[in-house]
């Protein structure tokens, strides 16, 4: 399996591409870090990507895994991050349709 790429890597293959200088490339990747850590409460949407949403989770009772006794679980917030259908189907390919048996 290829390793994931870095930060300096992206930079250097945006730069690439449009022409801009590798730091200008890598503040642009920062600002777009930091828009969306500061939008991710209204849901920041990368278009083609994803949107970053904040979820309440509600409080639950669970299990220890070790002993089997029931433990509480506070409810929390949690950052989720829902991929795109356009990036689905680009990663993955497009499914065929499935076809039912009705008219």
């Known amino acids: 399996m290829a390793k994931p790429l870095t930060k300096s890597q992206i ?3 945006i730069s690439e591409k449009t022409g801009l200088s590798k730091k200008a490339a890598a503040e642009a ?3 777009i870090a930091e828009l969306a850590y500061k939008n991710a409460k209204n ?3 990368l278009p083609g990507l994803g949107k970053l949403v ?3 989770r509600k409080a639950r009772v669970g299990r220890n895994p070790a002993t089997g006794q029931p433990i509480n ?3 929390k917030k949690v950052v989720k991050f829902r991929v795109a ?3 689905k189907d ?3 390919g ?3 349709a499935v076809k039912t048996g009705k008219k």
């Open 85 to 87: 259908k356009a990036a």
């Open 11 to 13: 930079a250097a293959s």
């Open 54 to 56: 904040l979820v309440n």
């Open 29 to 31: 990747l920062d600002y």
């Open 43 to 45: 849901s920041f949407t």
């Open 94 to 96: 497009v499914k065929p």
């Open 90 to 92: 680009a990663i993955l």
């Open 73 to 75: 679980i506070p409810a």
